[in-house]
């Protein structure tokens, strides 16, 4: 019988705990999404706790609405100033990014230079292209989003945006 008693009581504490238990949940007064010409955005308001962490390699929210982006296309770019055309892939990338300069007169490739930079706009790698194939080593790179930002004689001529994996 106390064996009974035991088990029966076991069983309805588990069920109760279970029925408390709220992973992930928020109530919030409202929320809804906004976007414009420039992006999305998705808000809630009413949210009373969160957690935020920074460091150099970027921020996280916990308890708040993350975007989660993936982007399968190759990106190509024709200048018709220069009469080159840019190519990068893959994206995303696991190890090696391939950029490709091609151009009708070589003289064109002479002073270009590329920046890996961050999400924060904090520059990674910046190396003079001295050839029509550059190979961009991110296999010690964390998983995340970086852009790749082209010169040419100071000016910007390209930028993409580089999913990690």
């Known amino acids: 019988m106390i ?45 009373i706790v969160y957690s935020a962490y920074a460091d150099s390699d970027g921020k996280v929210s916990e ?4 975007p989660y982006e993936i982007f399968l296309i190759t990106s190509v770019e024709e200048l018709e100033e220069l009469d080159l055309e840019l ?4 994206n995303p990338v696991v190890d090696q990014l391939h950029l490709i ?18 999400l924060n706009g904090k520059t ?4 003079t292209i001295i050839s029509e194939l550059t190979l961009i080593d991110m296999s010690r790179k964390q998983p995340g989003v970086y852009f790749l930002q082209l010169h040419a004689s100071g000016e910007n001529i390209g930028l993409f945006k580089i999913i990690k994996r």
């Open 124 to 127: 990674l790698k910046s190396e």
């Open 63 to 66: 308890g708040v609405q993350q």
């Open 3 to 47: 064996h009974t008693k035991l088990i029966l009581t076991l069983v309805l504490m588990m069920g109760l705990g279970l029925q408390s238990a709220n992973a992930q949940h928020s109530v919030n007064t409202t929320g809804g999404n906004a976007s414009n010409e420039n992006g999305t955005v998705s808000y809630s308001i009413g949210q």
């Open 101 to 118: 300069l091609t151009a009708q007169d070589l003289l064109q490739l002479s002073d270009f230079h590329y920046r890996l930079l961050n």
């Open 87 to 90: 190519t990068v892939f893959p």
